[in-house]
């Protein structure tokens, strides 16, 4: 990942001021949980993993909507999403380490250099403002978990959906969204809203492939299915869900070290996500 000086000295100086007002020091609690690609202990902790910071890559927890997938403890109920082993730790916890680092590196945000992954049971989202979720085209939230969601973002908490593809994977997302926010529907965002300037211009965006996409020469996972950044705004106009649809950003920070996954993808991917976070720290 190339370190560009012109924005990692002077990007993000005013999120770096904000941050130590605006957010508490994040807690140091920690488990690592075995996921889809990858076993517990196959990507090895940092040595500083316990340190505590000011900003940590949040990762959201979810059972499935009938018909997801756990791929290893069988379908449809077969495991127990919260012990992971199930689609929400697709890419984890190789993309939230690697942008993580790409996050301590680019901006002078005090980063924790492991992720959190977040059960809306627990109710400790209310400790992590950034929140991710890959392939939220298989989710399906309880009734609690959607008010736990709601409570979130009304309070100020920001989330971004991402990597999930076709229409019938929009349907699913949206049937969850439409609970947590029933009066709200996406849009697209357009080149000069805030969020692509904040630390970045991100005006000219394209398709971000996924490792496997890339490895077959194209960008899309299916047929007619072109990029689309959306957003999902509060009563007051804040952006509080980005939607990177038809997209795969967590793959461009997964693969990010990979000689032959594009670096074109992965600059963009890591751009992305850096000004989401710059956006959600002073909005």
């Known amino acids: ?115 959190q992954p977040i059960n809306l049971d627990d109710e400790a989202v209310y400790d992590w403002p950034w929140l991710y979720a890959v392939q939220p085209g298989h989710w399906q939230l309880t009734d609690s978990q959607v008010k736990t969601m709601r409570e979130y973002l009304l309070r100020g908490g920001f989330f971004m959906a991402d990597d999930f593809w076709g229409a019938n994977e929009w349907e699913i997302f949206m049937e969850t969204m439409r609970k947590i926010l029933p009066v709200s529907e996406p849009a697209d965002l357009s080149n000069d809203d805030p969020i692509f300037h904040v630390v970045y211009d991100l005006a000219e965006r394209y398709q971000v492939g996924s490792e496997g996409s890339a490895q077959r020469g ?20 804040r952006l509080v869900v980005a939607i990177t649809f038809e997209s795969d950003i967590g793959d461009s920070w997964e693969w990010a070290d990979a000689p032959y996954y594009p670096e074109v993808y992965s600059r963009l991917g890591i751009r992305i996500g850096v000004n989401y976070i710059a956006y959600a720290m002073t909005h």
């Open 218 to 237: 194209v960008s899309f996972k299916c047929t007619n299915c072109p990029d689309r950044w959306m957003g999902i705004r509060d009563d007051k106009g």
């Open 1 to 115: 990942m190339p370190f560009h000086a012109k924005y990692g000295l002077a990007a993000c100086v005013a999120v770096s001021a904000l941050a130590g007002t605006l957010l508490a020091f994040q807690l140091p609690s920690f488990r690592e949980y075995p996921g889809v690609e990858y076993r517990v202990g196959d990507i090895g902790l940092p040595p500083d993993y316990r340190e505590q910071t000011e900003w940590t890559f949040a990762r959201l927890m979810y059972p499935l909507a009938p018909g997801g997938r756990y791929v290893r403890g069988g379908r449809n109920g077969n495991g127990i999403w919260y012990e992971g082993n199930s689609i929400w730790t697709q890419d984890y916890p190789r993309a939230d380490r690697h942008f993580a680092e790409a996050v301590r590196r680019l901006t002078r945000i005090h980063t924790r250099s492991v992720e």
